[in-house]
């Protein structure tokens, strides 16, 4: 999975550059999360901006990172995330769950 990590001042973007994420990114993308909360980073934002579809899986993979990162006192969010991505997670109720901007 090609993952671009860019370090801000008020948070850190993990950037998703793929048009298609099934979930078999998942060991990957925990170990990204998992390496950005080791450092300190108190808030994580998820660029979806080049993501066109979303499986399950891929699904499972973000709720994953968001429990992980929210029970490490963290904030958790996704921006960039288009209608087709958004429609998928408001069947799941994720959009309830989940903090979105539509940039970052």
């Known amino acids: ?9 008020d948070c850190t973007v993990i950037k998703l550059n793929k048009h298609s994420v099934f979930g078999t990114e998942g060991i990957v ?6 390496k950005t909360l080791d450092k300190g980073v108190n808030s994580i934002v998820i660029d ?4 066109e579809y979303i499986a399950s899986w891929g699904i499972g993979m973000l709720v994953h990172a968001f429990t992980t990162v929210t029970n490490r006192h963290a904030k958790f969010s996704l921006s960039g995330v288009n209608q087709n991505v958004l429609e998928i997670l408001s069947k799941v109720r994720l959009n309830r ?3 979105f ?3 970052i």
């Open 1 to 9: 999975m090609e993952i671009n990590i860019n370090d801000r001042e």
């Open 29 to 34: 993308f925990q170990e990204t999360i998992q």
């Open 48 to 51: 979806m901006s080049m993501v």
């Open 97 to 99: 769950i989940f903090d």
């Open 101 to 103: 901007h539509e940039t």
